[in-house]
């Protein structure tokens, strides 16, 4: 009877466990996806379509080269250089604006 309830105890507090740990991606310092970046500034400064294509076509070009840490800085400057020249006065306004209250990126440490 105590093997029983110990091992209940135990998938309960595991269940428990795994449960909590789920749907905290963003939380845990992993970025959004190239899509939803895209769906949020695309509602914040009203992206047009032709702009939203434009900035999935920049972020599709700078993809790899994100991903590798030592071109990630370089490419990150460079891929908004792009992103900017799409945006008319008042989006790149507002978007300055997104980044300044956005904050620097955080760190994952596991």
Same mark, same amino acid.
């Not at 370089?74 to 006065?89: D, F, V």
């Not at 300044?100 to 955080?106: A, F, L, R, S, V």
């Given at each position: 009877?105590?093997?029983?309830?110990?091992?209940?105890?135990?998938?309960?507090?595991?269940?428990?466990?795994?449960?909590?740990?789920?749907?905290?991606?963003?939380?845990?310092?992993?970025?959004?996806?190239?899509?939803?970046?895209?769906?949020?500034?695309?509602?914040? /400064?009203? /992206?047009?379509?032709?702009?939203? =294509?434009?900035?999935?076509?920049?972020?599709?070009?700078?993809?790899?080269?994100?991903?590798?840490?030592?071109?990630?800085?370089?490419?990150?400057?460079?891929?908004?250089?792009?992103?900017?020249?799409?945006?008319?006065?008042?989006?790149?306004?507002?978007?300055?604006?997104?980044?300044? =209250?956005?904050?620097?990126?955080?760190?994952?440490?596991?």
């Amino acid at each position: 009877m105590k093997k029983l309830l110990m091992i209940l105890s135990f998938v309960c507090l595991s269940t428990i466990g795994f449960a909590q740990g789920q749907g905290q991606g963003q939380q845990r310092g992993e970025r959004p996806s190239t899509e939803e970046t895209i769906k949020k500034v695309t509602k914040e /400064l009203s /992206l047009t379509d032709v702009q939203v =294509t434009q900035w999935t076509e920049i972020y599709d070009k700078y993809e790899g080269s994100m991903k590798d840490r030592s071109t990630a800085r370089e490419a990150r400057t460079k891929m908004n250089t792009e992103l900017e020249a799409t945006l008319t006065k008042e989006q790149l306004t507002k978007y300055t604006e997104m980044k300044k =209250t956005q904050g620097p990126p955080q760190r994952k440490d596991g």
